[in-house]
């Protein structure tokens, strides 16, 4: 496969993650069980100090705004991958430059998911950045 397939298939992989994480994300509070019930409620609630002072801002605000820059974190590389699949045999110097903290980006991210998350997102940053070292590989060549 060629360099541009390569990284649009890890750019469509990521967009997934950023789909499915964003929808994930907006359902948290969706469960049955009295204790999750419990501790999601406690998270609402309760409001932590920091920076010193109390805030107006709970366990869950913070949760939900990792959350959120996630999404967009996702949805950044997202759009970097898709514009590299353009200009990578172009210009494959520039391209290999951007690609390799994307890769180190996506890699720690399937090794966090693997740790503390499920494995569909790890799965989907691991495949995007076997993608990327495809390319890299390919790249390399020319």
Known sequence: MNPKILLRIASFLI???????????????NVQDPPAKALIQTMSEVKV?????????????????MGIALSVALLSITILLWILGGIAVSNPQNAKNLL????????????????????LPAWTSTLSSICIVLTLIRLGKK
Not at 49 to 65: A, E, I, Q
Not at 100 to 119: K, Q
């Open 15 to 29: 967009l997934f993650h950023a789909v499915g994480h964003t929808f994930g994300m907006q359902t948290r509070k």
């Open 49 to 65: 100090p920091m920076m010193g002072k109390m805030t107006n801002r709970s366990y869950d605000d913070f949760y939900y705004g």
């Open 100 to 119: 390799y903290p994307i890769l180190f980006n996506l890699s720690g991210l399937a090794v966090i998911e693997f740790v503390y998350f499920f494995p």
